[in-house]
């Protein structure tokens, strides 16, 4: 997904990558690996966290947003047709 | 290594018992979120090994940075406790006062850093508006230098402080 994300931007923003200045360049970034977090019980599931919301990614490429408070704003499921809290039945 | 995020942890204990830190760090342990909760109220700081610890504006939007940083675990716990003790109406930027008692110094050693009487430092704390030149010099007594910044719907600019 990051790759993906990457390579888009790579092509259409004019923007050369550099994530050290994602502030100011004007071009997205993908989540940064030293922001990755585990998810207990959940290995093919992984948390990636900013100031205000909670961002899930499952192996199977489904999405989900919530706040910090548990408010979702986002849950796309992924491939196979489930949801990122749905394999395991959470 | 120094254990920073402990350091803070020990600081603001020291300053307001009563506040509870919550920590989520990321796998590599670069990262970590500090909630904290203490007197009704919540902060979220970021921690970061690179740059040490991020205060938000209480709306911060999606992918914005922090509006303030701190490179020692000390600044920021003072900061956190200025926060925690500063009334219902939290403000998003420091004032002289605040910046002062984060670096320990009292009006009579500012006064005399900068070459005025205390009560001058006084007054100026005080005040609504106040001489860009004397804000500049306190800083730089701090120990700082002061930047002003103008920013447009189409452009963002260093004002100089001399011409």
Redesign the interface.
Known sequence: MAESLTGVEDEFSGITSNPAL??SDGRMYPPQ??????VPGRASLQRY?????NTYFEENGAIRVETLEAKVLLDKAGLDGKKAFESDGL | MKNLIAEFQDRLAGKVPESAVKLDASESGDQRWLEIRARNKRLTLEYLAKTGFGIFRRNAGFGEGPAEVYRTAELAADRVAQLIASGKKRRETLSLKDLRELYGCSQVQLADKIVVQQAAISRFEQRSEVKLGTLAAAVKALGGELEVRAHFRDCDVPISLND
């Open positions: 994602w502030k690996t030293d922001s990755r977090r585990t966290r900013t100031v205000r919301r």
